[in-house]
Nanobody
Framework: QVQLVESGGGLVQAGGSLRLSCAAS????????MGWYRQAPGKQRELVAA???????NYADSVKGRFTISRDNAKNTVYLQMNSLKPEDTAVYYC??????????????????????WGQGTQVTVSS
């Protein structure tokens, strides 16, 4: 399987900045897309930003001009630079990655399979 480990969340005042990182590990063959989602209390999880292996990027309208997503393909890592943070950006931020990996479990050893993995989430709190 593929594991995602996030870092970089925390508490910041409105107008401040944070940088999130997410590193993927495991028997990865390729990663097609990586992205960041967030979920605020009482709300559904929503896409914040996503980037494909070819560099195509998609942002939620609410973060355009303030957030920047980037990735290091050699390190299987995706970053989210968040500037001009607002209290409404407060949420748990989750990393997601989709691609192919080599299965090592009994019954599928050696097969290349799809994966769609999530990180454990990192809390971002923006105070007013």
């Amino acid at each position: 399987q593929v594991q995602l480990v996030e870092s970089g969340g925390g508490l910041v005042q409105a107008g401040g900045s944070l940088r999130l990182s997410c590193a993927a590990s495991g028997s990865i063959v390729s990663i097609n897309a990586m992205g960041w989602y967030r979920q605020a209390p009482g709300k559904q999880r929503e896409l914040v930003a996503a980037i494909t292996s070819g560099g195509s990027i998609n942002y939620a309208d609410s973060v355009k001009g303030r957030f920047t997503i980037s990735r290091d393909n050699a390190k299987n890592t995706v970053y989210l630079q968040m500037n001009s943070l607002k209290p409404e950006d407060t949420a748990v931020y989750y990393c997601n990655a989709k691609g192919l990996y080599v299965c090592s479990a009994y019954g599928c050893a050696g097969r290349v399979l799809d994966f769609d993995s999530w990180g454990q989430g990192t809390q971002v709190t923006v105070s007013s």
